[in-house]
């Protein structure tokens, strides 16, 4: 299909984490102000809860058609879980040829572009040293080898060397840019017998939370006893107390310079790298006095709105109980379509499902489930703006598409995001939700309101089967398994209702009762496999004859019964026999078996209240059925192959 605009594609995870989503913003901003379009292809966590749980989260980019995209963006850290960041890198090498730049981590045949880390951290250390006159500063850094962590520890080195200040090496601690390792660091500068530095910087606002925390614990007083700093300006940063002295990420600005660069490799232009500076944001764990987080709050009233006064946290949120108690597909989706409001503002929300999605009819303890990739054609079951819903059960789509509304002619450039749909590894479709031309991204109360859709989804799964195991169950408990006729016990349930109904309307009833000739000859004389062709192929017969008003039965081993209340004259029982009779000849005739295919056939044909019960319509058939297997008899003698019902 063709496209109007160009399509930037960015590979990314948990695209509403702070870091994530101010990148968004200005690669956002800087796409839409060249006219591209954005695919954000995200995964809810960028950490494994499970094994099957993130491999059903990974699925989301095995949907990338690479031949739709004119360029891509990845962020190889946000997908480096059990090196799923080289598994992402190896597959653009072999399926693209276009441009593709890496975010902050080198990759060879790749541009790339990195976030000014030094530069940040330096001037936080230099706040340290500058206006709290400290000289002992020690320093947690992130995981050994990173590149962040490296950038990290050579601005707190640099912040030294141009204050004229020693670097001690036993003040340098590694951590894991998360809250794991205040602790042993915090006992190791007591343990080491030294006093405590003056001040412990940090290369992220979870490690100087972590750093807090253990001093805490012992008694040790922030900032009072002594300073703690941190980097990356995060929500807990800003919230923690004593809040965090920190410093925003140039993030936005590494988005911007991101797009420049793909679109100078697109429209083959020259391009100049300018890197922003770094706002540090001073706070009170440094020993100033700024309530950061009330600053915040009123230079932006609905700061992070969205993700701490969701109605989707309110006590009165029943959206999972009213999605699971839904039996039906389509009330699901219409009352899933309602509860949409919870996310916020958006301006397109997608539901795409896979065809078959919830394996109906399949073995539950089967592993042959989708689990990687998806269905060749899509199911665009829901379309939901805010103020309308689309809920089609049969508008389908070829998957290399990704979304038609990628191609639809749009005034101003759009970004979609494709966030997978799943419970653990089983596959379930994806949806995709856009903001029209706004540079944001979707926000926290997003993603859990897509857990519930998920794990809603699967509870409708597991009732739609259940519901198909009991109608087979029904089914089988009136169904003949070997002819797919009704059985002795469908025969009971339905040729009394049909013969209640004709009593109660005053009308004809008709039954036909036929028994096979010969089968017990069959079975003993060619065996049981051919004893069950000569069943089917009655069964076969009595089916055809039948129309729509007639119903059949096999109501024992050889015993076939056709009932009805629509027949009106005798000439047409003489019909339907001779059908049968004709049907079986023309299987003889062709199935060139060693033996031949008959039935004897009696009927019982009058108004419905001439007799009390069926089982008196079944005695009257039964005594024409027997004389017609007597005059059988008398013409084949024992001879049952000498004649092929001529």
């Known amino acids: 299909m063709r496209k109007f605009r160009k399509l930037l594609g960015v590979i990314i995870a948990q695209s509403d984490s702070h870091n994530q989503s101010k990148f968004l913003e200005g690669v956002f901003k800087q796409a839409f102000?060249?006219?591209?379009?954005?695919?954000?292809?995200?995964?809810?966590?960028?950490?494994?809860?499970?094994?099957?749980?993130?491999?059903?989260?990974?699925?989301?980019?095995?949907?990338?058609?690479?031949?739709?995209l004119d360029g891509i963006i990845i962020l190889p850290d946000t997908l480096a879980v059990d090196g799923y960041d080289k598994i992402i890198e190896a597959e653009i090498k072999k399926k693209f040829r276009k441009p593709v730049v890496s975010v902050d981590i080198e990759i060879n045949g790749f541009e790339n572009v990195h976030t000014d880390d030094i530069q940040s951290i330096k001037q936080i250390v230099s706040h340290l040293i500058e206006e709290h006159k400290m000289t002992d500063i020690a320093f947690m850094t992130g995981t050994k080898g990173h590149p962040h962590a490296t950038n990290r520890l050579t601005g707190y080195y640099e912040a030294l060397i141009e204050h004229n200040l020693p670097i001690d090496q036993s003040r340098v601690f590694y951590g894991d840019f998360w809250y794991n390792e205040g602790e042993n660091v915090v006992k190791s500068l007591i343990e080491s017998g030294r006093p405590l530095p003056q001040a412990i910087a940090c290369g992220s606002d979870?490690?100087?939370?972590?750093?807090?925390?253990?001093?805490?614990?012992?008694?040790?007083?922030?900032?009072?006893?002594?300073?703690?700093?941190?980097?990356?300006?995060?929500?807990?940063?800003?919230?923690?107390?004593?809040?965090?002295?920190?410093?925003?990420?140039?993030?936005?600005?590494?988005?911007?310079?991101?797009?420049?660069?793909?679109?100078?490799?697109?429209?083959?232009?020259?391009?100049?790298?300018?890197?922003?500076?770094?706002?540090?944001?001073?706070?009170?764990?440094?020993?100033?006095?700024?309530?950061?987080?009330?600053?915040?709050?009123?230079?932006?009233?609905?700061?992070?709105?969205?993700?701490?006064?969701?109605?989707?946290?309110?006590?009165?949120?029943?959206?999972?109980?009213?999605?699971?108690?839904?039996?039906?597909?389509?009330?699901?989706?219409?009352?899933?379509?309602?509860?949409?409001?919870?996310?916020?503002?958006?301006?397109?929300?997608?539901?795409?499902?896979?065809?078959?999605?919830?394996?109906?009819?399949g073995n539950e303890l089967a592993q042959d489930y989708l689990k990687k990739g998806y269905t060749k054609k899509m199911n665009l079951l829901v379309q939901k703006k805010p103020d309308y819903a689309y809920v089609e059960p049969n508008?389908?789509?070829?998957?290399?598409?990704?979304?038609?509304?990628?191609?639809?002619?749009?005034?101003?450039?759009?970004?979609?995001?494709?966030?997978?749909?799943?419970?653990?590894?089983?596959?379930?479709?994806?949806?995709?939700?856009?903001?029209?031309?706004?540079?944001?991204?979707?926000?926290?109360?997003?993603?859990?309101?897509?857990?519930?859709?998920?794990?809603?989804?699967?509870?409708?799964?597991?009732?739609?089967?259940?519901?198909?195991?009991?109608?087979?169950?029904?089914?089988?408990?009136?169904?003949?398994?070997?002819?797919?006729?009704?059985?002795?016990?469908?025969?009971?349930?339905?040729?009394?209702?049909?013969?209640?109904?004709?009593?109660?309307?005053?009308?004809?009833f008709t039954l036909i009762i036929g028994d096979m000739n010969n089968l017990k000859y069959i079975n003993d004389t060619f065996g049981h496999v051919e004893g069950d062709f000569a069943l089917k192929s009655v069964a076969e017969a009595f089916t055809k004859v039948c129309s729509s008003d007639m119903t059949c039965f096999r109501i024992g081993g050889d015993e076939y019964v056709i009932v009805s209340r629509t027949i009106l004259t005798e000439n047409?029982?003489?019909?339907?026999?001779?059908?049968?009779?004709?049907?079986?000849?023309?299987?003889?005739?062709?199935?060139?078996?060693?033996?031949?295919?008959?039935?004897?056939?009696?009927?019982?044909?009058?108004?419905?209240?001439?007799?009390?019960?069926?089982?008196?319509?079944?005695?009257?058939?039964?005594?024409?059925?027997?004389?017609?297997?007597?005059?059988?008899?008398?013409?084949?003698?024992?001879n049952y192959r000498k004649s092929h019902s001529k």
């Open 395 to 508: 508008l389908y789509f070829d998957v290399n598409e990704m979304l038609p509304a990628i191609y639809e002619r749009r005034p101003k450039p759009t970004a979609f995001f494709f966030t997978p749909i799943h419970f653990n590894d089983r596959c379930f479709g994806y949806s995709v939700i856009s903001f029209g031309d706004k540079p944001v991204s979707y926000t926290t109360t997003y993603r859990k309101w897509t857990r519930y859709v998920c794990t809603s989804l699967e509870s409708l799964r597991r009732q739609r089967n259940l519901q198909y195991m009991y109608k087979k169950m029904e089914e089988n408990a009136v169904t003949d398994l070997l002819t797919g006729i009704y059985n002795r016990n469908g025969f009971n349930l339905y040729a009394n209702q049909i013969f209640s109904e004709a009593k109660e309307s005053n009308q004809k």
């Open 572 to 638: 047409e029982i003489i019909e339907i026999t001779d059908s049968i009779t004709r049907y079986l000849k023309n299987i003889n005739d062709t199935a060139d078996k060693p033996y031949s295919v008959s039935i004897s056939m009696g009927w019982y044909f009058d108004n419905a209240d001439k007799i009390d019960s069926i089982e008196h319509a079944v005695s009257i058939a039964d005594e024409k059925m027997f004389a017609a297997k007597e005059k059988y008899k008398r013409n084949e003698g024992f």
């Open 206 to 361: 979870a490690m100087a939370i972590s750093v807090c925390e253990a001093l805490k614990t012992r008694g040790i007083r922030v900032p009072e006893d002594i300073a703690v700093t941190g980097y990356d300006s995060i929500e807990s940063g800003v919230n923690y107390v004593p809040s965090i002295t920190s410093a925003n990420l140039p993030l936005e600005n590494t988005g911007v310079r991101t797009v420049n660069l793909i679109h100078s490799k697109i429209a083959g232009t020259e391009y100049k790298d300018l890197i922003c500076g770094t706002n540090v944001v001073i706070a009170k764990s440094c020993g100033c006095s700024v309530n950061i987080a009330e600053k915040l709050r009123t230079e932006n009233e609905t700061w992070r709105d969205d993700d701490q006064h969701s109605r989707f946290d309110s006590s009165y949120n029943f959206m999972l109980e009213a999605l699971i108690s839904h039996k039906d597909y389509v009330g699901y989706m219409h009352t899933l379509c309602w509860y949409a409001y919870q996310i916020g503002y958006f301006e397109n929300y997608y539901l795409c499902m896979c065809e078959n999605w919830d394996n109906l009819g």
């Open 33 to 68: 102000k060249l006219n591209y379009d954005v695919a954000v292809f995200s995964t809810f966590s960028t950490h494994k809860l499970s094994d099957e749980w993130h491999e059903g989260e990974l699925n989301i980019y095995s949907l990338i058609n690479y031949s739709a």
